[in-house]
């Protein structure tokens, strides 16, 4: 049975995992937010005010009041700064299964930033949750989040082909899962 706990904290050697707070909004607009290249490979909007961010962190804050709510502001332990945000954005409770999905702003990519985020959010996922699989996908043209979720031990599903208009072409949308009976492979 899926256990639902809400965003709780998690720390791992080089991340703190934590809810959002109002105060990160110049380190998200800095660092990953107000990029039309992240935001279009996460399939999100691009936000270039303080407004609009602050905006948004209304509707992330609002929604920690639900145990089943999931959204992570990926904090770099060394900095203090707020470089990317990871969620369970879907979370299907009779089938006890959740579905990830993160950014990490450029400047932080290939370090194994979000790599380390999306395992501990997994391990997250079945031990705190109960959750019986953890799904994840990305675009067919999304090299780097096609290297974390082979790093992060995902078995390829499936293609939805031409799923993603973008620049004038098609992209199709590549599903993985990892189940727990797997975790620890």
């Given at each position: 049975m899926l256990t639902h706990v809400g965003t709780?904290?998690?720390e791992t050697d080089r991340l703190l995992l934590r809810r959002f707070t109002y105060t990160d909004d110049?380190?998200?607009l800095k660092h990953w937010i107000a990029d039309?290249?992240?935001q279009s490979m996460y399939s999100e909007p691009v936000y270039t005010t303080k407004e609009a961010v602050r905006e948004?962190?209304?509707k992330y804050i609002g929604s920690y009041e639900k145990?089943?709510?999931y959204r992570w502001a990926i904090i770099l332990k060394e900095t203090g700064d707020c470089i990317g945000q990871i969620a369970y954005f879907l979370v299907d409770s009779k089938n006890h299964f959740a579905e990830i999905e993160y950014?990490?702003?450029s400047a932080f990519q290939c370090r194994g930033y979000a790599t380390e985020a999306t395992k501990a959010v997994i391990r997250f996922g079945f031990e705190q949750m109960n959750l019986h699989k953890v799904q994840i996908c990305t675009k067919e043209i999304n090299a780097a989040s096609k290297r974390v979720?082979?790093?992060c031990g995902f078995t390829y599903e499936g293609t939805l082909r031409d799923y993603f208009y973008m620049d004038g072409t098609y992209t199709g949308r590549l599903y993985f899962s990892i189940l727990r009976s797997e975790k620890g492979q």
């Open positions: 709780s904290t998690i110049v380190a998200m039309e290249k992240i948004l962190l209304d145990e089943d709510y950014c990490i702003g979720i082979e790093k």
